[in-house]
């Protein structure tokens, strides 16, 4: 079987990023099937890479997460068109696989369907426009009213339908209840991402010996709101045991760095985006994984990355959402969930872990235990080909995530 992927942010190993349609794609050759994928790059011309079995298409876009909305609706464009007429010059391909966001992905899966009659399947990471009309970026009646109806098309017509996690797929079958849809989350990788003991030369480097260590990693934009975590820093200023890094990137950094240095917070750092080996060399002086979203009830059903690698390197967990995740959280007490809008609570379930070691390794413990149960790797890969090959994936004992908040 030929497949075609689509998808604006396909990233390697080397690059860092989320991985899922990189493994995705390494699983279907590994099966014996033909891949091609179409992305983009910042780069000013088109580039054509081999990968380990599997064709790369990188296209010209700018994509940057420090873009306004209309700079990054024009990228969603551009991307679309260009993918497109990528596309038809390819072989065409048994299947496409289109992933979102952004949901102009599914325009290219949708004209691909009638141009060549290729079935599509549509993977939904993010409720959009959902997203951005809760997060008020989007206020025309009009343009919600278009929006919509084009993320209601984009579902009605594919073949098949991957949601990321129970939230994403209630909202969407909200749309198409007519439809199937598999729930897979983002994956745990477990072979990557591993606890172990913390290495002094790591805790000299990044000036936390002795410390309980609270790392936020990944994007910094608003729908983030790392404000939270910083006001919970300054709450934890009179625990001195207490100390925070945060590895990030994205258009609300310098605005945070500015005002950390505002709050005067001596028990937190800031540490340079790097890619996946930074990341395991940042998680191994880590002791607590903070996850953050803004108060909307949209982001309560994402599924993100960084919730699964900080399950993979075995480290507890806090959220600051409502949501499937924290009743994961909770209920297989791998960490807890603090609310966002009272920092010191953040201070108070953290401070007794100090010296209380043996509980802290238990919650660790069941982080490890739950990514390797229900998210690793090797388990979520094999639930999107089945998917792609048109398996019922029944038997998988961790397809139905529901079962871990039963």
């Known amino acids: 079987m030929k497949v075609l992927i689509i998808h604006q942010y396909f990233n390697t190993p080397e690059s860092g990023g989320p991985l899922r349609s990189y493994y995705l794609a390494r699983g279907l050759v590994a099966c014996g099937h033909e891949v091609e994928i179409v992305t983009a790059h910042n780069q000013n011309s088109a580039l054509e890479v081999e990968l380990e079995g599997f064709k ?30 990528k596309a038809l010059t390819l072989e065409k391909a ?23 009659n290729t079935p599509y399947i549509f993977e939904v990471g993010d409720l959009w426009p959902e997203a951005p009309i809760q997060m008020g970026v989007i206020k025309s009646n009009w343009l919600i009213n278009v929006l919509r109806q084009f993320e209601r098309n984009v579902y009605q017509n594919a073949h098949r339908l991957v949601a990321l996690s129970p939230g994403i797929k209630d909202g969407m079958a909200q749309l198409c209840r007519e439809k199937s849809i598999t729930v897979i989350p983002n994956m745990s990788d477990c072979k ?18 002795q410390k309980l260590v609270v790392t936020y990693f990944g994007a910094a934009g608003k729908a983030n709101h790392l404000e939270y975590l910083l006001k919970a820093a300054r709450h934890a200023k009179r625990n001195p045991h207490l100390y925070f890094l945060i590895m990030a990137y994205g258009s609300e950094l310098r605005r945070i760095e500015q005002l950390a240095n505002q709050y005067q917070l001596n028990n937190t750092s800031f540490i340079p985006y790097g890619n996946r080996e930074t990341l395991r060399k940042v998680l191994n002086v880590t002791d607590v994984v903070y996850v953050s979203y803004a108060d909307k009830p949209v982001l309560a059903t994402g599924s993100p990355n960084k919730y699964f690698d900080g399950l993979a390197a075995g480290k507890l967990m806090v959220v600051n959402f409502q949501g499937w995740l924290k009743d994961i959280t909770e209920q297989h007490e791998i960490g807890y969930y603090v609310d966002p809008n009272q920092p010191q609570m953040l201070t108070d379930v953290l401070s007794p872990l100090v010296f209380d070691k043996a509980s802290l390794k238990k919650s660790q413990e069941n982080a490890r235990l739950i990514a390797e149960t229900f998210f690793s790797r090797g388990l979520s890969i ?8 048109q398996d019922q994936p029944k038997s998988i004992k961790e397809l139905e995530v529901y079962n871990l908040t039963a």
């Not at 790369?56 to 679309?80: C, E, M, Q, W």
């Not at 048994?94 to 060549?116: E, F, H, M, N």
């Not at 094999?382 to 090959?389: E, P």
């Open 382 to 389: 094999q639930k999107l080909l089945k998917v792609l090959t």
């Open 56 to 85: 790369v298409h990188y296209l010209p876009v700018f994509y940057d997460n420090s873009l306004g909305f209309t700079r990054r609706i024009i990228a969603f464009s551009k991307f679309a068109w260009l993918a497109y007429r």
């Open 192 to 209: 990557f991402y591993s606890p172990e003991p913390k290495d002094p030369a790591l805790e000299s480097r990044f000036g936390v010996k």
């Open 94 to 116: 048994d299947i496409c696989y289109a992933i979102s966001t952004p949901l102009t992905t599914g325009w290219v899966a949708q004209r691909l369907k009638s141009k060549r």
